[in-house]
């Protein structure tokens, strides 16, 4: 494998950002773009019941969350994050985030989650094919 290129890297931070403002406006034209059009990518959300088997799946279900149930929902990177390593056609981008809205009963939430991306570089762009939230254990008292 090589080793890291710093001009993909910085590709594929702007892929990432890309990602950050479309999901910001929900554009929905602009996300697929941003995933890859596969039908088995596998994305997974913080819930036990989001496991998402393909990126259209994932995306009509995205639009869902933020139209109807959390329309104000917003992804923020925390400070240091994310870091972004790529080798040949193929980078993850892994890093600590800040998820909050409010939901469809006026609740305001706020939580941290991990998340990781990894991305293909098909047809000279980089795309999203899998994503994964998680939300840490925290450590026995």
Known sequence: MASLDLLEAEEVRQAIHAWLAA?????????????????TAIHFGTAADETYVGSATYLR????????????????????????????NVAWVVGEARI???????RYFQFHTRVTFVLEKIDAAWRIIHSHYSIGVPAPA
């Open 61 to 88: 279900a995205m639009k869902e969350q933020h139209t109807h149930t959390i329309p104000d929902m917003a992804f923020d990177f925390l400070p240091g994050s994310p870091v972004i390593q790529a080798r040949d």
């Open 23 to 39: 999901a910001r406006a929900w554009d929905s034209t602009a996300m697929m773009q941003i995933f890859a059009d596969d039908p």
């Open 100 to 106: 909050s809205g409010t939901t469809s009963n006026h």
